[in-house]
């Protein structure tokens, strides 16, 4: 859970409507199938590369991009503990660097959430120039029919710009094809975390 989220409303500990990071995983968990190779994009703390390492299952692959070595640490530490070190890759590098690790259209999934590490350096934040040319290399990873997810947080100023070049790509994305849905919530006193979800084709 990013700091943000825990600013952006007094009833943030309702469940309900779903906040993005829960929504996410259950809309992805109808479509990773086991035996794919999918990319966590930004590792942080090990949840969603878990959930993915669950989904794969012992003939897929994850591979996991972070940074931060404290995320990496923690990311492995918990993918350990639960018995699932063969099948995920951890990368301390940047995921702009991704296509170097696995041939194109060979990937089901790619999941970004962005921003910082809850509890750790603020500093080292997702930036824009970089998500996008994430974005493109995972365009290019991605099978036809495979699926891009990508969390924003515009309630801080850096992560409102990047969320609107995110925005920016996902709607020329949309006009050259693909499909594209965004789920937010509405009338916080901050622009809440957005969940941007795709179908490539
Ligand atoms: C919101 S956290 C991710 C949370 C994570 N998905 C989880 O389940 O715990 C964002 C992460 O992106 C990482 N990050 C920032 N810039 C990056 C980059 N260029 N490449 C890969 N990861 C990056 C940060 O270090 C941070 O750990």
Redo the contacts with the bound molecule.
């Keep these: 859970l990013?700091d943000d989220q825990m600013m952006i409303s007094p009833d943030h500990d309702a469940m309900f409507p779903p906040r993005p990071t829960g929504l996410v995983q259950g809309i992805l968990s109808a479509i990773v199938k086991p035996g794919d190779w999918v990319i966590?994009?930004?590792?942080?703390?090990?949840?969603?590369?878990l959930f993915l390492a669950e989904r794969v299952g012992p003939m897929g692959k994850v591979l996991a991009?972070?940074?931060?070595a404290a995320?990496i640490e923690a990311a492995r530490e918990r993918i350990a503990a639960a018995g699932f070190a063969a099948r995920v890759a951890f990368y301390h590098e940047?995921?702009?660097l991704m296509e170097a690790q696995v041939a194109a259209r060979s990937v089901a999934l790619v999941m970004f959430?962005?921003?910082?590490?809850?509890g750790?350096e603020h500093e080292?934040?997702?930036?824009t120039a970089?998500t996008l040319a994430?974005l493109e290399a995972a365009a290019r990873l991605l099978v036809a029919g495979g699926a891009l997810s990508v969390i924003c947080y515009p309630g801080h100023p850096a992560g409102a710009v990047e969320a609107q070049a995110v925005a920016a790509w996902l709607t020329a994305q949309a006009a050259k094809g693909w499909r594209v849905a965004k789920y937010e919530q509405v009338g916080t006193r901050r622009p809440a975390p957005l969940m941007w979800i795709a179908a490539v084709t």
């Design positions: 990013n966590d994009a930004t590792a942080g703390n090990g949840y969603d590369t991009f972070d940074v931060q995320a940047s995921h702009a959430n962005l921003g910082y590490l809850p750790a080292l934040t997702t930036e970089t994430a």
